[in-house]
C-alpha cells in the first residue's frame, strides 16, 4: 500500500515562502514521477506542478513559473515543493500525487493518470 503524507503547510504573509515536503512509502518510489497539486474552496483541483522519476524534467502551472520550484531526493523518498513570493491566490489544499506508470517518459498535469494521493496540507497566504 502506498503512503504520502505531506507536510510543511501553513500562514504566511504575501511575499512569504514556504517548502512542502511528501514523504512517500510503499513502492519503488524512485520508479516513478510526483506531482503537486491544489484545491481552493469552490474550485477544482489545479495542476501546480510536476517532476519525472529520474527528477531530471519538471514541469510547471503558468501561474507559478518562476516562483514555486519542484525537486526530489530519491534516496530519501521525498518530493519538495519549495514556493516563494506567494499571493493571497495560492491559498489553498496543496496534494502531493504519485504517477501510476513507472519510468514514463512524459510528465502528466492532470490529475486522473496519479493513482495514489496524499492527505493534503493547508497553505494560506494573507494579503
Known amino acids: 500500500q502506498v503512503q504520502l503524507v505531506e507536510s510543511g503547510g501553513g500562514l504566511v504573509q504575501a511575499g512569504g515562502s514556504l517548502r512542502l515536503s511528501c514523504a512517500a512509502s510503499g513502492r519503488t518510489f524512485s520508479r516513478y514521477g510526483m506531482g503537486w497539486f491544489r484545491q481552493a474552496p469552490g474550485k477544482d483541483r489545479e495542476f501546480v506542478a510536476a517532476i519525472n522519476w529520474s527528477g531530471g524534467s519538471t514541469r510547471y502551472a503558468d501561474s507559478v513559473k518562476g516562483r514555486f520550484t519542484i525537486s526530489r531526493d530519491n534516496a530519501k523518498n521525498r518530493v519538495y515543493l519549495q514556493m516563494n513570493s506567494l499571493k493571497p491566490e495560492d491559498t489553498a489544499v496543496y496534494y502531493c500525487?504519485?504517477?501510476?506508470?513507472?519510468?514514463?517518459?512524459?510528465?502528466?498535469?492532470?490529475?486522473?493518470?496519479?493513482?495514489?494521493w496524499g492527505q493534503g496540507t493547508q497553505v494560506t497566504v494573507s494579503s
Open positions: 500525487a504519485a504517477d501510476s506508470m513507472p519510468l514514463r517518459s512524459l510528465i502528466i498535469i492532470t490529475p486522473n493518470p496519479y493513482d495514489y
